[in-house]
């Protein structure tokens, strides 16, 4: 492990790190392909340190995420190797022309959006890599940013998904093509000697001579040949980033409140202005979702980025596992009924009004279904006497108060006769008062372990500085 990685890599991590070096010294592009949860931003990151140390990364090197990942990319430079310098180029305030302060950095992080937006500048830029996240993005050959990836200037490049072919063999040729160009052939020719024999007449000697090409470009581990060396469960935050609608509903609430909120407690203490604390926190956090929860007769739109990463994550990134949902709007979880039936995803759905004859059923047909990928979940409702360990993702839509009631909600499929290890994500929009909630329930953790159950017990052992700080 290259000095200056704080992280203990586990052996299938080193021997990712191995095949990147191995790649670079041979000036290949590669994709690293590994499921969803194993670390692939991790070794991604140990290999560019270890390109720092041993003097081999003269020029800065360009990420490109979908924006959500953008986020986790830097917490985990945060994390794991500080040393590495970075810059955000994203949002309206960005330098779009002389990109020479580039320099300054090791990494660049920007996001496909941005990258077609701004191409006529970073297509003059030269890179030492660039390293697409979540490459399936590129997989229409016809698209902007497929074209736009391909003008951009690198020594080399490598690319990160969990599914590098989402629908069909076809999916493969525009990623290829941009790690190592004409490796495949013309896009006309791979269409008609593999793409078209593979997935229209399951050729399986086409597909075993393209397996062969491919081979040394692609490392893949899947979580089933991996899982001894896996710890039994796995948390992680996924940072979610507004839209300019929603932050603009989540700005204009935040503000009326914030007001009231500093008015109330001068005029009768802290202790008596726990209503209004608790609306304000409440409105919030419903809009944090979308601010079609709020029950207003304004219609303030129904954006949700947190709806948007969610299917993402469902239709894109676990491909067959089986995942729980859960969230304490009943109204958030309607809207992902809404939209995986539009999807043809076939679910399960439990609330606190469903019988206890009717949730026995529900479970036996998601943990015996295989064609039953989806349990949305109310977080109460879930905390206990539910056995689902057929699914080894959780997504938790909203934080809650109290920790010790995300852990019930996690531990419904991490139990005896669990034999998968657990991923469990906590969605969270950035700079909004679910980020300084997490920041809270780290600090008072102790607190929340012993006594918060719920909102109420929670602002009785805030201080006035932190409520002003959850509405700053």
Same mark, same amino acid.
């Given at each position: 492990?290259?000095?200056?990685?704080?992280?203990?890599?586990?052996?299938?991590?080193?021997?990712?790190?191995?095949?990147?070096?191995?790649?670079?010294?041979?000036?290949?592009?590669?994709?690293?392909?590994?499921?969803?949860?194993?670390?692939?931003?991790?070794?991604?990151?140990?290999?560019?340190?270890?390109?720092?140390?041993?003097?081999?990364?003269?020029?800065?090197?360009?990420?490109?995420?979908?924006?959500?990942?953008?986020?986790?990319?830097?917490?985990?430079?945060?994390?794991?190797?500080?040393?590495?310098?970075?810059?955000?180029?994203?949002?309206?305030?960005?330098?779009?022309?002389?990109?020479?302060?580039?320099?300054?950095?090791?990494?660049?992080?920007?996001?496909?959006?941005?990258?077609?937006?701004?191409?006529?500048?970073?297509?003059?830029?030269?890179?030492?890599?660039?390293?697409?996240?979540?490459?399936?993005?590129?997989?229409?050959?016809?698209?902007?940013?497929? +074209? @736009? %990836?391909?003008?951009?200037?690198?020594?080399?490049? *490598? !690319? $990160?998904?969990? =599914?590098?072919?989402?629908?069909?063999?076809?999916?493969?040729?525009?990623?290829?093509?941009?790690?190592?160009?004409?490796?495949?052939?013309?896009?006309?020719?791979?269409?008609?000697?593999?793409?078209?024999?593979?997935?229209?007449?399951?050729?399986?000697? +086409? @597909? %075993?001579?393209?397996?062969?090409?491919?081979?040394? *470009? !692609? $490392?893949?581990? =899947?979580?089933?040949?991996?899982?001894?060396?896996?710890?039994?469960?796995?948390?992680?935050?996924?940072?979610?980033?507004?839209?300019?609608?929603?932050?603009?509903?989540?700005?204009?609430f935040r503000n009326e409140y914030r007001h009231k909120i500093?008015?109330?407690?001068?005029?009768?203490?802290?202790?008596?202005a726990g209503f209004i604390i608790l609306e304000g926190l409440?409105?919030?956090?419903?809009?944090?979702?979308?601010?079609?929860?709020?029950?207003?007769?304004?219609?303030?739109?129904?954006?949700?980025?947190?709806?948007?990463?969610?299917?993402?994550?469902?239709?894109?990134?676990?491909?067959?596992?089986?995942?729980?949902?859960?969230?304490?709007?009943?109204?958030?979880?309607?809207?992902?009924?809404?939209?995986?039936?539009?999807?043809?995803?076939?679910?399960?759905?439990?609330?606190?009004?469903?019988?206890?004859?009717?949730?026995?059923?529900?479970?036996?047909?998601?943990?015996?279904?295989?064609?039953?990928?989806?349990?949305?979940?109310?977080?109460?409702?879930?905390?206990?006497?539910?056995?689902?360990?057929?699914?080894?993702?959780?997504?938790?839509?909203?934080?809650?108060?109290?920790?010790?009631?995300?852990?019930?909600?996690?531990?419904?499929?991490?139990?005896?006769?669990?034999?998968?290890?657990?991923?469990?994500?906590?969605?969270?929009?950035?700079?909004?008062?679910?980020?300084?909630?997490?920041?809270?329930?780290?600090?008072?953790?102790?607190?929340?372990?012993?006594?918060?159950?719920?909102?109420?017990?929670?602002?009785?052992?805030?201080?006035?500085?932190?409520?002003?700080?959850?509405?700053?």
């Amino acid at each position: 492990v290259p000095e200056g990685v704080i992280a203990q890599l586990r052996d299938y991590q080193m021997e990712g790190l191995n095949w990147l070096v191995c790649l670079n010294e041979l000036g290949w592009g590669g994709c690293l392909a590994d499921d969803m949860g194993l670390g692939k931003t991790l070794q991604m990151l140990t290999f560019l340190q270890w390109l720092k140390n041993n003097k081999l990364m003269p020029k800065t090197s360009l990420v490109v995420a979908p924006t959500t990942l953008m986020f986790n990319w830097e917490n985990e430079i945060k994390k794991f190797t500080p040393g590495l310098t970075f810059y955000r180029h994203h949002g309206p305030g960005r330098i779009q022309n002389d990109l020479s302060f580039f320099d300054n950095y090791d990494i660049i992080l920007t996001t496909y959006g941005m990258v077609v937006s701004d191409i006529d500048a970073l297509k003059d830029y030269a890179f030492n890599y660039i390293i697409l996240d979540e490459s399936q993005a590129i997989k229409n050959p016809f698209s902007k940013r497929y +074209k @736009a %990836a391909r003008v951009l200037n690198a020594n080399n490049r *490598f !690319v $990160l998904t969990g =599914t590098p072919i989402e629908n069909n063999t076809f999916d493969l040729y525009a990623q290829m093509n941009f790690l190592n160009p004409g490796l495949l052939g013309s896009l006309e020719f791979f269409r008609t000697e593999f793409s078209n024999p593979i997935d229209r007449k399951n050729d399986m000697t +086409k @597909a %075993a001579e393209l397996r062969k090409m491919v081979y040394p *470009f !692609v $490392l893949r581990r =899947t979580k089933s040949k991996v899982a001894k060396e896996l710890p039994e469960k796995v948390e992680s935050i996924l940072y979610c980033d507004m839209g300019t609608r929603q932050r603009k509903v989540y700005e204009a609430f935040r503000n009326e409140y914030r007001h009231k909120i500093v008015d109330r407690i001068e005029e009768v203490g802290i202790k008596r202005a726990g209503f209004i604390i608790l609306e304000g926190l409440m409105k919030l956090r419903q809009i944090c979702d979308s601010p079609a929860l709020l029950n207003s007769d304004v219609d303030y739109g129904d954006d949700s980025v947190k709806l948007e990463e969610l299917l993402t994550n469902i239709t894109e990134r676990t491909q067959n596992h089986k995942i729980l949902v859960f969230s304490q709007f009943l109204g958030m979880l309607s809207m992902i009924r809404n939209s995986l039936e539009s999807l043809n995803i076939i679910y399960e759905y439990m609330d606190g009004s469903t019988s206890a004859k009717a949730r026995q059923d529900k479970v036996v047909h998601f943990q015996e279904d295989d064609t039953c990928r989806v349990f949305l979940i109310s977080l109460k409702t879930g905390g206990v006497g539910l056995n689902l360990t057929e699914a080894d993702y959780v997504y938790l839509i909203d934080p809650w108060w109290n920790p010790a009631v995300e852990q019930q909600a996690i531990d419904r499929t991490h139990r005896i006769g669990q034999d998968k290890n657990i991923f469990a994500y906590k969605l969270i929009c950035k700079d909004t008062i679910e980020e300084k909630i997490v920041k809270l329930q780290d600090k008072k953790k102790a607190l929340a372990q012993d006594i918060i159950g719920s909102e109420q017990s929670f602002i009785k052992h805030l201080t006035k500085n932190d409520i002003e700080d959850l509405f700053s």
